[in-house]
T-cell receptor, first 110, second 115 residues
Framework: RKEVEQDPGPFNVPEGATVAFNCTYS??????FFWYRQDCRKEPKLLMS???SGNEDGRFTAQLNRASQYISLLIRDSKLSDSATYLC???????????FGRGTSLIVHP | GAGVSQSPSNKVTEKGKDVELRCDPI?????LYWYRQSLGQGLEFLIY????????KSGLPSDRFSAERTGGSVSTLTIQRTQQEDSAVYLC?????????????FGPGTRLLVL
């Protein structure tokens, strides 16, 4: 079983829609969580860190549920430019080596 | 400031040849990672360098793969006797190396095609 699992999608949504992705992790010792965004044929870039209390950055909200071992990303008022693959990342306590999920593809259409 | 750079951006080689991929991390970053990403797949961790410590090589898929980091800065990933299954995008990332919860900054990658 892969340590970090994501629904590969694609999620196909119209502009202005709200869309949410979940990501589950298997290692209960995981302590650090991130969402990265990867555009087609580009490198991943940090979208946001995920804190225990949840955090929001503009149209993006990330939440962590330790009991169920998942993190989520909510995108409100989707833009065409949000079309990308969103990678979930978890790092175990004491380890500097993160585990990346395979990513969830989002396509926002007019 | 300058980000992570990698060279070459693309590399086509014949099966059995050796290749070297280069990564220049962000200046001052002590942590450096190599990953491999195959088409439609997630990032596969290969090797991690932190300062002058011995690298974590636990992700290297075979002994054909090796990496060095000279002077705590530039890193070279070498693949000997390349195979077709080595075809992938090889991504390098660096971080400041001071904490667990850190942003990794990725280079643009080297697209390797083994014919």
């Amino acid at each position: 079983r892969k340590e970090v699992e994501q629904d590969p999608g694609p999620f196909n949504v119209p502009e202005g829609a709200t869309v949410a992705f979940n990501c589950t992790y298997s290692n209960s010792a995981s302590q650090s969580f991130f969402w990265y965004r990867q555009d087609c044929r580009k490198e991943p870039k940090l979208l946001m860190s995920v804190y225990s209390s949840g955090n929001e950055d503009g149209r993006f909200t990330a939440q962590l549920n330790r009991a169920s071992q998942y993190i989520s990303l909510l995108i409100r008022d989707s833009k065409l430019s949000d079309s990308a693959t969103y990678l979930c990342v978890a790092s175990s306590g004491g380890s500097y080596i993160p585990t990346f999920g395979r990513g969830t593809s989002l396509i926002v259409h007019p | 400031g300058a980000g992570v750079s990698q060279s070459p951006s693309n590399k086509v080689t014949e099966k059995g040849k050796d290749v070297e991929l280069r990564c220049d991390p962000i200046s001052g970053h002590t942590a450096l990672y190599w990953y491999r990403q195959s088409l439609g797949q997630g990032l596969e961790f290969l090797i991690y360098f932190q300062g002058n410590s011995a690298p974590d090589k636990s992700g290297l898929p075979s002994d054909r793969f090796s990496a060095e980091r000279t002077g705590g800065s530039v890193s070279t990933l070498t693949i000997q006797r390349t195979q077709q299954e080595d075809s992938a995008v090889y991504l390098c990332a660096s971080s400041s190396g001071t904490a667990l919860q850190e942003t990794q900054y990725f280079g643009p990658g080297t697209r390797l095609l083994v014919l």
